[in-house]
């Protein structure tokens, strides 16, 4: 995913945003950028963990029932 602290290139693009959300952001100095940068850093992490999710969905069920059936390491171990 692309990173959100590192300085990268910038590429000029086209959006098209309601016009009274353009005003209200603008009157209140929202940086658009900014603000379209992070959104879409957010959504990206959504994605990527929806996916990992699917794509893990097996593994965590075996697990799962694994540590139905047996536990896990630590039970005799625990205090609490």
Do not use: C
Request: no cysteine; proline share 2%.
């Amino acid at each position: 995913m692309p990173s959100a602290k590192r300085a990268q290139p910038k590429s000029a693009t086209n959006v098209s945003i309601r016009r009274d959300l353009l005003e209200a952001a603008r009157a209140s100095k929202i940086n658009l950028s900014a603000t379209l940068e992070q959104a879409l850093i957010e959504k990206l992490r959504e994605a990527q963990q929806r996916q990992w999710r699917e794509e893990s969905r097996e593994s965590i069920a075996a697990y799962n029932q694994h540590v139905e059936k047996y536990g896990v390491f630590s039970d005799g171990s625990r205090s609490f």
